[in-house]
């Protein structure tokens, strides 16, 4: 029996996730997985297969959110010769594929109502037609559906059966969040770093201990899928040089550079803060390129083009301290003649600007744009 999938982790909630997972895997009953998107509900479904007397048989996995609701019942279930346009012979579908192994129905909660219908009588009955055809097939398919959605809310509005949703969750599994798995976290990291140091045969230094706490403390909002990707995109990118935080807030920094915080209706308050979360570091990040850039350059500026800055006591509050007299300058004047005064000291030589300022190129390059300089 191949058992090459394995659900990693030491944390509590993965070790009683392994154990219920084992304990249903040597039965028939439908499974559900609940859990957020990228937290790895496929490897759950597929550990749960290669641990049960299917082992040997078809895994087939179906997202049925990316499937056209349209054509879903004949991927789902085949159709005839005729069936329908572009019918020009019959088919077997997924369910006559998996037939003695299991078949995965991924985004359960993305399913038209209609095709609900049909997938409940394959749970209660274990028979089927395909599209166009009378005649009835029956099947023998371990069925493990998962969702990120709640499908509980999605019943109360209508948008899925309740009669097939408590058919389903006869045994529900919940993955949790990387975010509450604690000390998985670097487990999975080493772990990906060892299947991407072969398949790309790269020799990696290693993790500074300070970039493994960065790690601990960041939300990743694309759970384990994040982090694997992030693994991958390190290894190749930094050459397998050692990872450290300034490293890992600047690719975390690239990756989330285009997530929107508009807000949508099928985020959860966590997921809105993960993504708070992650502008913060984008922000963070910027506020010190802006404060070592004037630290570095304010002298020469003010000798070449005087500044005159409000008073800012330390320790005085804002009742006790007296209005300037003086002329106050906004931080974005300030800052533009800073880079103006850098610019004309290096003859315009962006390079030797932006290591003076102690920003990247690519940041100075915004800043001129955005300042006409």
């Known amino acids: 029996m191949n058992r090459s999938i394995d659900i990693l982790g030491h944390s509590a909630a993965i070790l009683q996730l392994r154990e219920l997972a084992q304990k249903v895997a040597v039965t028939d009953v439908t499974v559900l997985i609940t859990g957020e998107t990228g937290s790895g509900k496929e490897v759950l479904a597929r550990f749960i297969h290669e641990h049960s007397r299917r082992a040997g048989k078809s895994f087939i996995p179906v997202n049925c959110g990316a499937i056209p609701s349209g054509i879903i ?6 159709h005839e010769k005729g069936s329908f346009t572009g019918a020009v012979q019959a088919r ?6 998996a037939e003695k192994g299991s078949i995965f129905l991924d985004e359960i909660g993305e399913m038209p109502l209609e095709t609900q219908v049909k997938f409940l009588r394959v749970i209660e009955t274990g028979q089927f037609q395909r599209v166009g055809a009378s005649e009835t097939i029956s099947t023998d398919v371990r069925i493990i559906a998962a969702t990120n959605r709640n499908l509980h809310q999605a019943v109360a509005e209508k948008n899925f059966r309740e009669d097939l949703y408590y058919r389903l969750r006869s045994v529900e599994l919940q993955i949790p969040p990387l975010r509450e798995r604690g000390g998985d976290i670097l487990i999975l990291a080493e ?4 299947e991407f140091e072969r398949k790309h045969t790269i020799a990696f230094e290693g993790f500074s201990p300070e970039s493994g706490e960065f790690m601990l403390r960041y939300p990743w909002p694309g759970n384990v899928r994040e982090l694997r990707n992030l693994i991958e995109s390190l290894l190749i ?3 397998g040089k050692k990872i450290t935080p300034d490293i890992l807030e600047r690719h975390l920094l690239q990756r989330n550079r285009h997530k929107s915080l508009v807000h ?33 350059v304010l002298p020469a500026c003010q000798a070449s083009s ?12 804002v009742s006790e301290t007296a209005p300037s007299e003086e002329p106050t300058v906004p931080l974005e004047e ?17 390079r030797k600007t932006a290591q003076m300022l102690g920003i990247n190129e690519r ?11």
């Open 191 to 194: 772990h990906f770093v060892h």
């Open 264 to 296: 949508d209706p099928t985020r959860t308050e966590k997921n809105e803060l993960n993504l708070i979360y992650s502008s913060l570091i984008q922000l963070r990040q910027e506020i010190g390129e802006i404060r070592q850039m004037l630290q570095q």
């Open 92 to 97: 077997k579908g997924y369910f006559e594929s």
């Open 73 to 78: 019942e004949s991927e789902l279930f085949g």
């Open 237 to 239: 990118l930094e050459r």
């Open 306 to 317: 005087p500044l005159l800055l409000p008073p800012y006591p330390a320790e005085a509050s």
């Open 334 to 350: 300030t800052e533009k003649r800073s880079i103006a005064a850098a610019l004309r000291k290096f003859g315009g030589n962006k």
């Open 363 to 373: 940041t100075l390059y915004r800043k001129i744009k955005d300042y006409n300089l």
